[in-house]
């Protein structure tokens, strides 16, 4: 049988996303900031949108509603018991909402009460300033300065410098001498064990004992005590005392300054007590932008440019886009809402009663429950934070997955499973350490069915050492 090349028509339905829905499935998973990024370039290719004030526009008080009800500015009360609704608590919301959301930017900022905070760098030059430096050594020294790491350690090439410089090498190790004995004790160091030596000898205290055991820290990260009472020639006793005098050293002696300005995470989503009970749930208005669209400019240019079909149709292609952004915005305004409080009513004992009291959750549930795609649920989570009376969560941290109950009851939160290994840890002795089948028993009798092997993955994911490791480590303490 001979094969051959034929034409043939056939029809087949497909579903094709077009520009706008994949710019608006995007729009989804944008943070706040990305967001407003993406309006104002918008706003400045299309002629006919402008930024609205925060009083009005495609975002006030009827606009963003929950499912079944409107509700003010994205806020949506949730049915359920809360004991954070006291009326001193709920005094205390009110008190930073009202501060915070302040919708016509009257209210004191936050920024203003913040101080500049003074950097490692300008800390250190104003000593070298203060120093009574040759003008060559002056210059060595802002040279190293430059160099210093924001952790407080140095990790110029001195021979480099040096050279090129036209200076000898000797010359930069004796400003360097001088400039590890600026503050903060240990500043300019090239090596962890050259931090500690330095801070050691400003107390006097680096004898060849103490020397070796800095020499090797290797050792002591291991806790291999009997090599390190050899290396030292000192009692378990001497070694425990020089062991708590290295504990107390700063090993980053930078990190006590400011490196830099500091990013505040802004919410997404409020949650706050409702005083008719349960919770309410706000979106808050400083991440969402408000467009208006200038219909007078519209009307004015269209009489202008009746005779010129190239510039209507640009013209109407800027409102049609103008008309889909306001959608989309106010679609994911809308979407964030179900998202939060769906999260909100399945975590409710969460917000009552704290991490131990989280319960297992998936995509799907949420998704299921508002009639989404779970995709969608996870665009919306994404780079998007809740403020809770419990503090800020990223939307994600409420997804975890299930661990079986003993008991054949509800399943119990993967977080709230560290939670309590992490109390069971905190609550030892150091006559009852508890290894990780211990543990695994303990969780068995509260009702929750994890194996050892799963402890001992929660625990090291928590940097949690082993029972060996805490047993010796509680010996240091006691």
């Known amino acids: 049988m001979q094969s051959s090349a034929s034409l043939f028509q056939r029809q087949k339905q497909s579903i094709v996303a077009s520009p706008q829905l994949i710019e608006s499935i995007r729009l989804l998973q944008l943070a706040h900031t990305e967001l407003h990024q993406f309006v104002e370039a918008e706003i400045e290719k299309n002629p006919l949108l402008e930024s609205a004030s925060n009083d009005g526009g495609p975002f006030d008080d009827a606009s963003i509603s929950g499912a079944d009800q409107p509700v003010g500015f994205g806020a949506k009360p949730v049915e359920g018991p809360t004991g954070a609704g006291s009326p001193e608590r709920l005094g205390q919301w009110k008190s930073l909402r009202n501060t915070t959301n302040n919708p016509r930017g009257n209210g004191p900022s936050l920024d203003e009460f913040a101080t500049l905070a003074e950097t490692l760098h300008d800390h250190v030059a104003r000593q070298i300033a203060l120093t009574a430096f040759t003008p060559q050594e002056r210059l060595i020294a802002g040279q190293l300065?430059?160099?210093?790491?924001?952790?407080?350690?140095?990790?110029?090439?001195?021979?480099?410098?040096?050279?090129?410089?036209?200076?000898?090498?000797?010359?930069?190790?004796?400003?360097?001498?001088?400039?590890?004995?600026?503050?903060?004790?240990?500043?300019?160091?090239?090596?962890?064990?050259?931090?500690?030596?330095?801070?050691?000898?400003?107390?006097?205290?680096?004898?060849?004992?103490?020397?070796?055991?800095?020499?090797?820290?290797?050792?002591?990260?291991?806790?291999?005590?009997?090599?390190?009472?050899?290396?030292?020639?000192?009692?378990?006793?001497?070694?425990?005392?020089?062991?708590?005098?290295?504990?107390?050293?700063?090993?980053?002696?930078?990190?006590?300054?400011?490196?830099?300005?500091?990013?505040?995470?802004?919410?997404?989503?409020?949650?706050?007590?409702?005083?008719?009970?349960?919770?309410?749930?706000?979106?808050?208005?400083?991440?969402?932008?408000?467009?208006?669209?200038?219909?007078?400019?519209?009307?004015?240019?269209?009489?202008?440019?009746?005779?010129?079909?190239?510039?209507?149709?640009?013209?109407?292609?800027?409102?049609?886009?103008?008309?889909?952004?306001?959608?989309?915005?106010?679609?994911?305004?809308?979407?964030?809402?179900?998202?939060?409080?769906?999260?909100?009513?399945?975590?409710?004992?969460?917000?009552?009663?704290?991490?131990?009291?989280?319960?297992?959750?998936?995509?799907?549930?949420?998704?299921?429950?508002?009639?989404?795609?779970?995709?969608?649920?996870?665009r919306v989570t994404s780079n998007k934070y809740m403020l809770t009376p419990r503090g800020v969560f990223e939307l994600k941290y409420f997804f975890t997955v299930a661990i079986a109950s003993c008991q054949g009851g509800d399943a119990h939160s993967a977080e709230a499973v560290r939670h309590r290994i992490k109390a069971i840890i905190a609550a030892e002795s150091p006559g009852d350490v508890l290894s990780d089948e211990d543990i695994a028993v303990r969780l068995k009798e509260t009702g929750i069915d994890v194996a050892r092997r799963t402890v001992t993955k929660y625990r090291e994911a928590m940097n949690i050492p082993s029972s060996v490791q805490r047993r010796r480590e509680m010996r240091l303490c006691f």
């Open 145 to 378: 300065a430059a160099d210093l790491e924001d952790t407080g350690y140095l990790r110029a090439n001195l021979l480099e410098l040096a050279e090129s410089l036209n200076v000898h090498e000797a010359v930069v190790e004796r400003v360097l001498g001088t400039l590890q004995q600026f503050d903060p004790p240990g500043v300019f160091a090239r090596s962890l064990r050259e931090c500690l030596e330095i801070q050691l000898r400003q107390r006097n205290r680096l004898d060849p004992a103490m020397a070796a055991l800095v020499a090797h820290l290797e050792m002591l990260a291991r806790r291999d005590f009997e090599a390190l009472k050899q290396h030292c020639g000192v009692d378990e006793e001497d070694l425990l005392d020089m062991m708590h005098e290295v504990r107390a050293l700063d090993p980053k002696p930078g990190n006590r300054f400011e490196s830099g300005a500091s990013e505040s995470i802004i919410p997404d989503v409020w949650v706050t007590p409702s005083p008719q009970g349960g919770w309410q749930i706000e979106l808050d208005p400083a991440t969402l932008p408000k467009l208006l669209i200038n219909q007078t400019y519209y009307a004015e240019v269209t009489r202008q440019t009746a005779q010129n079909s190239k510039d209507q149709a640009f013209l109407d292609e800027c409102l049609q886009n103008a008309n889909w952004l306001i959608r989309s915005l106010d679609q994911r305004a809308k979407t964030i809402v179900k998202v939060a409080a769906e999260i909100v009513r399945q975590q409710d004992a969460f917000l009552e009663h704290g991490v131990a009291h989280l319960r297992p959750l998936n995509l799907r549930t949420v998704a299921d429950a508002i009639g989404v795609h779970e995709s969608t649920v996870s």
